[in-house]
């Protein structure tokens, strides 16, 4: 997966904080808070997003509403996934992305396995088995 564009990045943000659909005029006047940006270039990276699946795209009167087609998270992991793909050692490349967790990290990582039915193999199964009644 590539890396969202920092106007792609920008106006996503946007609509991942919002959570809800948003007229490219709503995106165009939040941006302008911080720096100029045409309407016409907000529409077209807008439309970009939208042919290349991120955006849901309908209807309010004249004027088209954009919204996420899918979550931040979804995004993330994406990008996790994609970046762990590019290694021949994959736990190697595991091992040193969990080495620098912060403990906080390690406790939401181990929720999430846990939630999936899956532990680490130190954490009382071995490699291959399931969980221990």
Known sequence: MRRLGELEAEIMDRLWRWQRAATVR???????????????????????????????????GRAWTYEPARSREDYTASLMRDALGRTSDRPA????????????????????????????????????????A
């Open 26 to 60: 709503e995106i165009v006047d939040d941006i302008n808070r911080t720096r100029p940006l045409a309407y016409t270039t907000v529409l077209t990276v807008a439309d970009v997003l939208y042919r290349k699946g991120w955006l849901i795209r309908g209807k309010s």
């Open 93 to 132: 490349a595991l091992l040193r992305f969990v080495e620098h967790m912060s403990p906080e990290d390690v406790g939401s990582l181990d929720a999430a396995l846990r939630s999936l039915g899956r532990q680490a193999p130190d954490e009382g199964t071995a490699a291959g088995d399931g969980p221990r």
